[in-house]
């Protein structure tokens, strides 16, 4: 019950942190998953977003076998494309000028 309450208590936060139209070309950094993105608007409502990193994963083996011992990692470069088409971005344009 506790592993689902987290689920989606971290799948709200991921849909509400990438609700947030642009309507200006942005510049983002992430260091979870090192990285740097950028957005432009290709449109009205529609925006496309390159996304530039290295990716990381670290385990150790499987220790059914005697004598088996080590970490195995992976170290992956990623380019992520996208294309985000905002239905409401004339209201979303309003209301960040408003407040």
Known sequence: MINQTRAILFSLILVSSMANGQTQKTTKINFLN?????????????????????????????????????????IAPFLDLQTRYYYNMIIRYFASRVG
């Not at 993105?37 to 009205?44: L, N, Q, S, T, V």
């Not at 529609?46 to 385990?59: D, L, M, P, R």
């Open 34 to 74: 090192p990285g740097i993105a950028w957005e432009r608007p290709i449109g009205k409502k529609t925006t496309a977003e390159i996304n530039i990193g290295v990716g990381y994963n670290g385990s150790y083996p499987e220790l059914t076998d005697f004598g088996i011992n080590g970490f195995q990692a992976l």
